[in-house]
Each structure stands twice: as structure tokens, then as C-alpha cells.
């Protein structure tokens, strides 16, 4: 990859990314459009959350997003819900510096691409406040289809609530639109 697109690798969480994930929590641009909004995020959340995202058993998958060049992980992805009769949702953090580079279009198609081929899922869906320009160019751009809009679904306390889009892929969507990522 060249140095505008870096290389991207996702890789299973550990206990030592902890300080990552306190970074990436406290980042105001990070989090601006996330679904839920705290007032704050602690090193020892931050280490709850890590060691939460390294266990397996459950129905959640998360993947630390690995960029060559940096020390740390710069971001997750994350499947909610697998092994369901439902679809799993699809959930995201750029964190660090790389957003604009395709660092997370490229994370969220190797996370879609295992949904489907290595946890069996027939769609993956996703809630984007609408407000998220960014993230629904990201997966317009792999395939996604706008399905609805829950009109003030999230609640705000600095203003009046957020509308939240819901958007979906199925595999053969997927494959066509992202088969240069996947290569």
C-alpha cells in the first residue's frame, strides 16, 4: 500500500491495548458521531472494555484495526449479535490520526468479509446517525443499501435528538463493490 493508503490488518484485542482504548474514548473528533455519547472514559474502563473485548464466548466479536507505521492498534471494528436468526450489526472507531485514508473503509470490509465467510451471516446491518456523512459514504461505498431512517432515535443532551439511519448488505452486494479491497 502506498503511504496514502496504508496497509490494514485486524487482529484479536489484548489486555495491553488498553491505553489505546482510553485514547481513542478521548478523542473528540473519534467519538463525535458515535451512537452513544459519554461524559467520560476512564483508564480502568478503558481496561474493562479491553479485557471485555478479548473474551470470545459470547455473541460480540471486536478487532483491534492494525496500520503499519503505528505502535499501537488505531481503531476497532466489531460484529454484535453473531450466531442469531438476526444479522449482526457492524460497529466502528477510528481513533487515531489515520481517518480520511481509508484506513476504515478498508477495516470495515476485512470485518464484513468475515462476517459472512467466517461466522456464516446472510446480511450485516448497521445504525448511522444521520448526521455521519462520512460513514455512509464508507458503506454506500461496500455495497450498503440505505434501509430506513428512525426519525429522533438518539437522544442528546447538548441538543435536540439525532435521527439514525439504518443500513444494510448482503453478500453478493458486498463482494461486487468491495473486490478491490478484498484482493
Not at 460497529?91 to 484506513?103: E, F, N, P, S, T
Amino acid at each position: 500500500m502506498s503511504a496514502d493508503r496504508p496497509a490494514v490488518t485486524l487482529r484479536p484485542f489484548e489486555e495491553g491495548d488498553a491505553p489505546a482504548v482510553h485514547r481513542w474514548f478521548n478523542n473528540p473528533a473519534a467519538v463525535a458521531s458515535l451512537m452513544e455519547q459519554r461524559d467520560e472514559f476512564t483508564v480502568e474502563q478503558a481496561e474493562a472494555w479491553t479485557q471485555r473485548a478479548t473474551d470470545d464466548s459470547g455473541e460480540d466479536r471486536k478487532f483491534a484495526i492494525v496500520v503499519e507505521g503505528y505502535e499501537e492498534p488505531v481503531g476497532f471494528t466489531a460484529l454484535y449479535g453473531l450466531f442469531r436468526q438476526t444479522a449482526p450489526e457492524l460497529g466502528a472507531l477510528i481513533g487515531d490520526d489515520v481517518r480520511g485514508k481509508g484506513v476504515g473503509r478498508r477495516a470495515e470490509a476485512l470485518t464484513i468479509a468475515k462476517a459472512f465467510d467466517e461466522y456464516g451471516a446472510h446480511r450485516v446491518y448497521g445504525r448511522i446517525p444521520a448526521r455521519n456523512e462520512v460513514a455512509k459514504k464508507t458503506v454506500a461505498g461496500l455495497g450498503w443499501k440505505h434501509e430506513g431512517t428512525m426519525r429522533a432515535h438518539l437522544a442528546r443532551r447538548d441538543g435536540p435528538p439525532d435521527d439514525c439511519e439504518v443500513w444494510g448488505v448482503l453478500p453478493d452486494e458486498f463482494r461486487a463493490a468491495a473486490a478491490d479491497l478484498l484482493e
